[in-house]
């Protein structure tokens, strides 16, 4: 039975700050050179400040939070880039940013004005993360959340969210499913896009009619995968100042590695384990 966490929260709320409190110890715990050599090997030692080993710790106030170790948000000036429905914004705002600006590559502007966030402080814009349309030492933060996976060339992308960074402001990405991982494809299900050829894995999600790979189709026909791995990631976010990283294993993965033990021998004749096991990352630099 799978639980509703929101509702729990919402139920218990007091209990909030305790399991988060508790999960923070316990992915510290988890992420010691000794634990990670153990149950994560195929990881680079040491290449990560946080390993989680679950699906917890991947929400925008928590990223927000550990943000806000590295850069004072109160007055500051915020880029969001691939903002989407802009869940995060808000956020910003709470924690008295000046503005935020959001660029996104595929506008929503009907969604974008349901926000209801104040005009004054908030700009929408359609563009390329590849091209951003600011001047150098722009802004105190920028932010990307579930972006970088889809930019081809993401290299291009880093580095304008470092080039529009202010000296001594910080630049954050987490994104992720990697196209590699289980659903990387954005679609529910394992490994099918691996495991078959692109054009048949196509067909086998336009046959099915499933709603829920909308997503992925529109993702696929656009050709909006980047298809990078995590190494390449890893190498392009140290050619500047890290200030922590951390990367995130998919259950999901792991389930499929157990119970499907034939398929994941053809998929490891192709693709390295590391890669079909980890779904996301995140990073925060500062230039």
Known sequence: MRIDRDAVKRAAPLLVPAVRAWHRWLTAWRSRPSYVAAHAPFLQPDAFDRVHFDNRGNHPTQHVRTTARFVDIAGARVLAVGCREGRELALWLDRGARSVTTLDYIPRPDVWRSLGLPARSVRFL???????????????????????????????????????????????????????????????????????????????????????????????DAGMFSEWTADQYLHEFRKYHVLRSAVFLSPEARRFRARHPGDWSRLRATYAERDLLISGLAFWSRK
């Open 126 to 220: 359609a563009g390329d993360a590849r091209r951003l349309p600011f001047a150098d030492d722009t802004f105190d933060i920028v932010s990307s959340e579930a972006l970088l996976e889809h930019v081809v060339h993401p290299d291009l992308a880093i580095a304008e969210f470092h080039r529009v960074a202010k000296p001594g402001g910080v630049v954050y990405s987490i994104f992720g499913p990697l196209y590699f991982t289980a659903g990387g494809a954005h679609y529910p299900g394992d490994y099918d896009h691996l495991l078959q050829g692109p054009d048949e894995f196509v067909a086998w999600l336009r046959a099915r009619r499933n709603p829920g790979d909308a997503e992925g189709l529109g993702y696929l």
